[in-house]
């Protein structure tokens, strides 16, 4: 019988990112105004790709060529897919963060976050009527 962890595993590592980044993004806002702070964000097709190359971890097996794996193990290191990008605009002081594109991307960030805790709610909800035999 698979694991609790198994069950919830993809879930939590995919919350866990979105929290990291919602961090990172939130980091550069508050340094709007530092001179040379540079801009930061997190890679996600990095770090599917090191997901599906370290797909160790225990839960379901990838059963086709283009499925990911299962396993969480990789989501842990997550600081190693963090990117700098260069702005639309250039600043004096070498800052390359622009409060408006940011304040953009964490909107984005926070709809992406509820939405994973949304999903997590309802596998939660889906769980517990089938112990209830719903």
Known sequence: MPSLDNYFGF?????????????????????????????????????????????AGGGAQATQPKHIGAGVASWENVDSAITYYNPLNSSLDDNTVEIGVEQARFGRAVADYQASIQ??????????????GE
């Not at 980044?21 to 939130?26: A, F, K, M, N, T």
């Not at 980091?27 to 990095?46: C, E, H, M, Q, V």
């Open 11 to 55: 879930n939590n590592a995919a919350t866990s990112v979105k929290s990291r980044r919602l961090e990172i993004i939130s980091g550069n806002i508050t340094n709007a105004s530092t001179p040379g702070y540079k801009a930061r964000d997190l890679d996600f097709a990095k770090i599917l790709k090191q997901y599906s190359m370290n797909g």
């Open 119 to 132: 999903f997590l709610e309802n596998k939660i909800s889906g769980m517990r009527k089938a112990l209830r």
